[in-house]
């Protein structure tokens, strides 16, 4: 519980209203009751008189009878508000007994080991951080600190991961990547031998998959943030603060920039290199070995800059309407050929 | 084991042939043998006579020798009876003694709970429901009567299931959405604080993902189907009675409505409405904040009426052809300007 | 530990340099240290002076002062040496005593059963198999000899795989196939009793989905190799050796002919034929009962030869100078006119 007075100095905004405000929890500017801190984005203001809310961030505007903060980026203050009134609630510290943790494993004495969770041989998982029941950490693998692994991550062999990292269910960490080369009657494995680093502050959603490096390392970054379902092949590097939307799948050795902004069921070729900031939207496809600069959006199958796309489009559009002018002008020729041949 | 006269009289059929024939089990037309119960549609109904079933299910036709069914919809009424002559294998009820249930959980003295499995404080598990070995249900969770819950589901904490689930293997329900705001040097994690709230005969594939929401509910309607491997974000609503077929994803805040058809692979960008009957074909691409109506096929990227795709179509395949006739017409017009200028 | 000479010999190559070097991995031709087995394919050979690596297979060219081994597909080679040099390590064989194996299972004595696996009654686990912890092999479920089965591994009742199949974390085998008919108010299930069949030398990637047949069997065959987060649906067959990269989903009742090569994103209707020896490019789709024949790479949404594709993309490309010339086509055309007129 802290006052609206307190939210205000914590994320250094300007209170209007009841600094004594009592507030327990978050909610939405529609649903929000007593006792809950909301927020509206510019363009939704004009709700603010109608919420439920005790408190509201907003970015401006006058509130007669309401109890506001005034701050920048409503939004970005309601992240850290949240955060702070409702920490998320950890496990008790210590290995569960329905744990396995191999005696050449080092587990720091306040994380937490759910049941049914194997920390296998030579693995290392770091302070406070919360493994989750029915877990597999593979040899050698190591969890930095304050991480949080959901239930059910399969972590193999060789793996490390940074701190404060956040691995949702379902997640699988250094599988084999896809290599195979043909003996003319077969494929024949090529063997999947490096490792998958994944940096600090990196959350990777449900189910998503980042394989090991066939040699060398598969690398995800510092604070890159990696939704459900996605797919990351072998020796790909992904960098610093990138996001990737869902359902994407990113090829082997293909670099993506730091910064960059990869949307949902986007498909990237292998050894493309995706620059500093770059942006591509959902759905687009990049074939293998192309560049993409950052600071523009691309889009489509082949991607290319959305401005050329939505030029092509239109001209796609207006083809209904040349083939009659085509057509009119066909007319007239014939016109003039028969005056001329009267 | 029941006769062809039983199984007629279930279905509202009429008998041709041996009312007593004895059925035990279903097959495919082209591989069921004796003792079996088949179904044609009017496609195959020239393909009775060779089955080896003992009994098939068809719209209409004369089928002399052979003991058939006739119903309005053949595999409408295979489906009943299918379910009918084998009812799924329910695991003994009761709590395994290897699984875990928290003392402040309420599981059915009927429900069936595998080895492995944790029910966390203050969850609920309701009668008959059978939960697989090695899932995860969280604190607070709620599933109904008479669900399934096949091995290695994760259900977060505050995620409730209506009655007659079907929840696949490598599901997970309730993982955060996606959702952050820059800060200027990084992703701040918008906490993610809703629920998630899946409706009464639901149907859910193996291995996909529905988010719980940022604030709020993700809310998947009654009688729901949704394949595997696909995205629902957070914050989207699926109207009652929605189809949503594989590897398909939904991004935040986007309402599909009731009865509307999704097909594979498609892509819904976030904050959009899908009306009520709406139909996507299968690899569709909404974008962002698009409305698309009910009763009318959608394909393509960005998706518009299958109509008008195949209109653009036709135009761009005879664009070698107009390319052509362009040429021509220039020839044409410089043929005039020389007999003009001569 | 091997000789470069020995590794000559296994690979049939031939040996440049030094016999004796000792090898005991293998390494990148950029990161290998000493002691180390790395290749270079010919685009790459010019790297050879500056590796790091003890020895290097190569596909030609004079390499003073290097230990190399002449080989006519280095990366196959080096596939082969790598598995001969490090093969992967096995588990202890035996049941570990947190597993639980029904009564009526059978497991080969030297098959190891890891942690919190259940294998069901009625199934079959091979010689020299290794299921890892976390796994469900549901009932009378057979998993061949020398197969590797990752953690959380999921096989629903009556699947079969074959021998030195490997099946990587979080895959799902036989889940219900999606299959619902509408009874006018609602969706009533077909029930999915048929079987998944997986061949020998298999491997399945990380979080896959294959589906058990409605009726009958769904079956991959040998040699195949399916990527991460692949959908695969009832009633699908895989023909022998084909290649189906990562999030690839193939729809019901298609057929995927022997060595054939799916893309990455791919999308396969239903009813498909896709032919022996077929290309689909990465992100194409394929609507529901086309025919893609063998020996021709298709691509694009309707996928089509890649060669129209290309051409059509070039006559689009083209639009802006053809409405250009359209346009000085309809001045000139008016410029006779005028002279007609004058």
């Not at 680093?197 to 090991?212: H, Y």
């Not at 510092?222 to 020796?235: R, S």
């Not at 002008?329 to 005056?339: I, Y």
Request: net charge negative; hydrophobic share 40%; charged share 20%.
């Amino acid at each position: 519980m802290k006052t609206a007075q307190e939210i205000a100095e914590y994320v250094g905004g300007t209170l209007e209203g009841d600094p004594r405000q009592q507030i327990h929890g978050v909610g939405s500017l529609e649903h929000a009751g007593p006792g809950m801190l909301a927020y509206a984005e510019a363009a939704y203001v004009d709700r603010v008189p109608a919420t439920g809310a005790s408190c509201v961030l907003v970015p401006a505007g006058d509130h007669p009878g309401r109890t506001v903060i005034l701050v920048d980026n409503p939004r970005l203050a309601f992240a850290r508000a949240a955060q702070w009134l409702a920490p998320a609630e950890a496990p008790q510290s210590g290995v569960h007994p329905e744990a396995l943790v191999h005696e050449d494993a080092a587990v720091a004495p306040d994380a937490a080991i759910g049941a049914w969770t194997l920390i296998e041989h030579g693995a290392h998982v770091g302070a406070r951080t919360v493994v989750y029941p029915g877990c597999y950490v593979g040899a050698g693998s190591r969890i930095g600190d304050d991480c949080v692994v959901f239930p059910h991550v399969v972590i193999y062999p060789g793996v490390t991961v940074g701190d404060r990292a956040v691995i949702h269910a379902g997640v699988v960490l250094g599988a084999d990547g896809f290599g195979f080369v043909s003996d003319g009657a077969r494929h024949v494995k090529v063997p999947q031998v490096g490792r998958a680093e994944i940096g600090s502050d990196v959350e990777i959603g449900a189910n998503s998959c980042v394989d090991r490096a066939a040699l060398d390392a598969t690398a995800v970054g510092d604070g890159v943030k990696i939704d459900n379902l996605c797919q990351i092949g072998h020796n790909v590097q992904v960098g610093a603060h990138a996001i990737i939307s869902a359902q994407t799948g990113v090829a082997g050795s293909t670099r993506i920039g730091g910064r960059s902004t990869i949307g949902g069921q986007v498909g990237i070729g292998d050894h493309c290199r995706i620059e500093e900031g770059a942006i591509v939207g959902s759905g687009g496809g990049i074939p293998s070995r192309k560049r993409v600069p950052g600071g523009v959006v691309y889009w489509g199958t082949p991607a290319r800059p959305l401005s050329d796309v939505k030029l092509q489009q239109a001209h796609v559009s207006r083809l209904p309407k040349m083939a009659e002018e085509l057509k009119q002008l066909r007319d007239e020729v014939q016109a003039l050929r028969n005056r001329l041949d009267d």
